[in-house]
């Protein structure tokens, strides 16, 4: 079992930058990959970026390559999504996700663990 706690959502003007913040415990995370959600109103649920278990590989949605970044630190069981240049199209309610999976996988069937998600609102 891996619990997920996402932090750092919030409200910010279009172009400004947000942090979120996603906490894990339970089950070694560096067992997992990684990866970031997240669901509008009336939307189904995307996948925004993720991260394998090392690090060293990433993968991000086309909308958001090149404005977000994603990372972990393994050692202190956390994960991390960058968001800057933010769009009002960016407002959803964002997700941290496990996957026990060697690469990064899209697909929301195949992330085993789920946070609570955490809203970000960006005006414009």
């Known amino acids: 079992q891996v619990q997920l706690v996402e932090s750092g959502g919030g409200l910010v003007q279009a172009g400004g930058s947000l942090g979120l913040s996603c906490a894990a415990s339970?089950?070694?995370?560096?067992?997992?990959?990684m990866g970031w959600f997240r669901q509008a109103p009336g939307k189904e649920r995307e996948f925004v970026a993720g991260i394998t278990l090392s690090g060293p590989t990433t993968r991000y949605a086309d909308s958001v390559k090149g404005r977000f970044t994603i990372s972990r630190d393994n050692a202190k069981n956390a994960v991390y999504l960058q968001m800057n240049s933010l769009k009002p199209e960016d407002t959803a309610v964002y997700y941290c996700?496990?996957?026990?999976?060697?690469?990064?996988?899209?697909?929301?069937?195949?992330?085993?663990?789920w946070g609570q998600g955490t809203q970000v609102n960006v005006s414009s």
């Open positions: 996700a496990a996957a026990a999976y060697t690469g990064v996988p899209t697909a929301t069937r195949l992330y085993g663990y």
């Open positions: 339970g089950r070694t995370f560096s067992f997992y990959s």
